[in-house]
């Protein structure tokens, strides 16, 4: 139903044609090459020596280097609608075995400031996320006030939970750009509280049998904490969200009053009503310390002129 059809798949490439029958009437651009590329520089010199149209920014170096160049580029910036998260894992071999004061010990020793400026170093392509819902949902509240950062009480809680002195396995998407370096960082900031943290890179397709692993005994136990996000967060759509907090996608490790109260949310039509019960599930789901919500990203392109 959309406005091209996959026409051909090569080894590095996939070439959709536009339909003449597209019901919002025939794209002007005829053909769309999507090519896979490694990473890093090749891209940037495929991009720079005209190969390629199109190229994501992931950088803040990047963008001022494009941005520079405004009579060779053009740049362009929409929402993504994805919030990137930490995720404590309730089967965790350790987290499995500590408390409600551990897990917020790990996020109030989170500063996702210098995290985002590590990462992504620019406002322009991430900023501070403070809700597991992103400002692009219709229900999304402003005012959910997310976590605070707090090292002096991070460290008496990591103390009294018995977490200072453990050590955890951190996984992330090394396929996804930004994740190493937040990795690194969150890696620093739990040193503070006297907590080890293990970085495992995974490709994609090691990454989600085993952050999903909910079902899978062997592979479920294999990481305490990592990173990922949620995307699709437009509108009055709250299917992805809904998957997180009712434990359907995966085990979260929310409380059965969250993922009632989500259930709730789902089948109820008043607007009003929606916003009410979206309110306390934004509060009430931080407020259990399983998922930090870390970054709202933009999407950021440059192009040819």
Known sequence: SGAYKV?????????????????????????????????????????????????RVTSAEDLKKYKAASDKYNMYSVSEARLNYLQLNPNGAVMSTL?????KA????????????FAWGSDELAVPANSLLTPDQSIYNKDCKGYEYNL??????????????????????????NMEAVATVVQQQLAEI????????CDTAT??????????????????????GWDSQRGLNCGQAISYLT??????????????????????????????????????????CWEYPLTYTNYVMVSQK
């Open 106 to 117: 790990i996020f109030l020793a989170l500063n996702k400031d210098d995290i985002i400026q």
């Open 207 to 228: 990454f989600f049998p085993r952050f999903f692993a909910s079902k899978d005994k062997e592979q479920v136990t294999t990481w305490d904490l990592g990173t990922n």
């Open 194 to 201: 006297g907590v080890t943290v293990n970085v495992e890179g």
């Open 152 to 177: 002096e009480e991070a460290k008496k809680l990591a103390e009294s939970s018995g977490l200072k002195g453990k050590t955890l396995t951190y996984i992330y998407n090394a396929d996804r750009a």
């Open 247 to 288: 434990n359907r996608l995966c085990d979260c490790g929310y409380s059965d009053e969250v993922s009632g109260l989500a259930t709730k949310a789902m089948g109820t039509v008043d607007a009003a009503e929606k916003q009410a019960l979206w309110n306390e599930i934004q509060d009430k789901a931080l407020a259990e």
């Open 99 to 103: 408390s409600e004061d551990a897990r």
């Open 7 to 55: 026409s051909e798949i090569n080894e590095d490439s996939f070439v959709y044609t536009a339909r003449d029958d597209y019901y919002r009437g025939t794209p002007s651009v005829k053909t769309v090459v999507m090519k896979t590329i490694g990473s890093g520089s090749t891209k940037q010199i495929e991009f720079e020596n005209g190969s390629i149209d199109y190229m």
